[in-house]
T-cell receptor, first 111, second 112 residues
Framework: SQQGEEDPQALSIQEGENATMNCSYK?????LQWYRQNSGRGLVHLIL?????REKHSGRLRVTLDTSKKSSSLLITASRAADTASYFC???????????FGKGTLLTVNP | DTGVSQDPRHKITKRGQNVTFRCDPI?????LYWYRQTLGQGPEFLTY????????KSRLLSDRFSAERPKGSFSTLEIQRTEQGDSAMYLC??????????FGDGTRLSIL
């Protein structure tokens, strides 16, 4: 079953703009992760935020986590055409091995 | 540091045939995972190994599916008597303990 639900399903922006994607989940978690997937390729890990953290930064990425609302957001600043990809949130549902992914947000960054 | 390697990248087969996929994890990683991804969906967990032991199998893994990880290194996923519904991308990932899972580029299976 898929726990996370990303919103929006698709997002189209111009290069240089910021992109925000949201993820909601249903059960308790130890951590939440964001992955990127280019068309026809595997998933690339972007960032992990633990359940006791509220915000985390990595380069142009900013992730927030609100465990009371069971939601997370991923902000990509100053987007580039190379950021065009699908973005997935993944939760561990309290396990230490299984990841549960949402359906993803397809981000298109137009040059 | 080479990443997770999967072979083949693409497999086309007729319904009813058996297929086998291989995954070579990152060398020092003791955990190995298999996921399945259909079009427009996120990956779904199938099974995972810690060293050579298969510790968890999803109910998605029917009796036609079998996975092995002999000697705790590479892993194989076999699907017997393939069906149309088996068409998907099969992704392998590995991790060191409960650390970040690193994914391969997957094997895309198409059933004719």
């Amino acid at each position: 079953s898929q726990q996370g639900e990303e919103d929006p399903q698709a997002l189209s922006i111009q290069e240089g703009e910021n992109a925000t994607m949201n993820c909601s989940y249903k059960t308790s978690i130890n951590n939440l992760q964001w992955y990127r997937q280019n068309s026809g390729r595997g998933l690339v890990h972007l960032i992990l935020i633990r359940s006791n953290e509220r915000e985390k930064h990595s380069g142009r990425l900013r992730v927030t986590l609100d465990t009371s609302k069971k939601s997370s957001s991923l902000l990509i600043t100053a987007s580039r055409a190379a950021d065009t990809a699908s973005y997935f949130c993944a939760t561990d549902e309290g396990s230490n091995y299984k990841l549960t992914f949402g359906k993803g947000t397809l981000l298109t960054v137009n040059p | 540091d080479t990443g997770v390697s999967q072979d083949p990248r693409h497999k086309i087969t007729k319904r009813g045939q058996n297929v086998t996929f291989r995954c070579d994890p990152i060398s020092e990683h003791n955990r190995l995972y298999w996921y399945r991804q259909t079009l427009g969906q996120g990956p779904e967990f199938l099974t995972y190994f810690q060293n050579e032991a298969q510790l968890e199998k999803s109910r998605l893994l029917s009796d036609r599916f079998s996975a092995e990880r002999p000697k705790g290194s590479f892993s194989t996923l076999e699907i017997q008597r393939t069906e149309q519904g088996d068409s998907a991308m099969y992704l392998c990932a590995s991790s060191l303990g409960a650390g970040v899972q690193h994914f391969g580029d997957g094997t895309r299976l198409s059933i004719l």
